[in-house]
């Protein structure tokens, strides 16, 4: 029976891992190096190291022939997809769901707040020695429409409510009722579109989330409104949203791009009205410790037999 684990960590480096010997575990550190620590066959836990990218993180899961489960330590799993044909069923696929909330949710404010109150704008004046007065959009009284209420979205609402925001509209793929109030489907977006001051983009990348942010969508955005994308750059039709920010009529600030890394000369970074961070919502001092605490704890319950957390696909079914 298959019983390494691979973990993009040294096994001494994570407080909480199950004593080796005691579970039956053998630890192996791999972190997306050329060779493998052993025999993919032998892995029966696999951790995928992060911010590898897609050709790493698959590489090894055609001979990963007795894997159970495969961890990411990401929010979204679409970088693991075209690897899952290769994984028997009952596979057991895990996010990270916990690890990158706070950050992802700091930066969209950060980035919503950057761009309302001119902080780009003040930057290059201080570069060429300018003094930028003048009234700017604060974030207060404004109404701001979530699209895709999962943990993050949750997480950034958390954040803006001491912003004194006029109005929270939260859109998810199937509507709900929450203690903060009802979440929209997505075949509401039309009628919600028009009304927000500010949309926040945190979906995760499916097939019917894929360009969801389309020419259709950006229309319906009110004059002046600020777009924010901190799901994945796919979900945006960067064609249509370059031809939005060239006339003017909105703006946007982008922590993913398509194509990502964003090349140099690309359209996209010189377009007026928009502010680009280079995909760094997760990557913060925070992240390290909660991906550790949730190898532990994933690990822990493998060996245990326990149900696992943050289960979000099962192969085969």
Known sequence: MAKDVWLPYEAHEIQGLPDASMAGLDYRYWDGGPDFPADPADCAFYVVPYLKGTEISVRPLPEMTSVRVVQTLSAGIDHMEPGLKFLAPGVRLCNARGVHEASTAELTLGLILASLRGIPRFVEGQRQGQWRSGFYP??????????????????????????????????????????????????????????????????????????????????????????????RGPVVDTAALITELE?????????????????????????????ISPHVGGSTSAFLPRAKRLIAAQVTKYAAHEPLDNVVRTTGS
């Open 247 to 275: 006339s003017g009529r909105i703006t946007a600030a982008l922590d993913v791009t398509d194509p990502e890394p964003l090349p140099a000369g690309h359209r996209l970074w010189h377009a007026p009205g928009v502010l």
């Open 138 to 231: 604060a974030l207060a009284d404004k109404s701001v429409l979530i699209v895709g209420y999962g943990s993050i979205g949750s997480a950034i609402e958390d954040r803006l409510t001491p912003f004194e925001c006029a109005r929270v509209t939260r859109v998810a793929r199937s509507a709900r009722a929450t203690e903060r109030g009802p979440v929209h489907p997505l075949a509401e977006l039309p009628s919600l579109l028009p009304e927000a001051d500010v949309v926040v983009v945190s979906t995760p990348l499916t097939e019917d989330t894929r360009g969801l942010v389309d020419a259709g969508f950006l229309a319906r955005m009110k004059d002046g409104a600020l777009l924010v994308n901190v799901a």
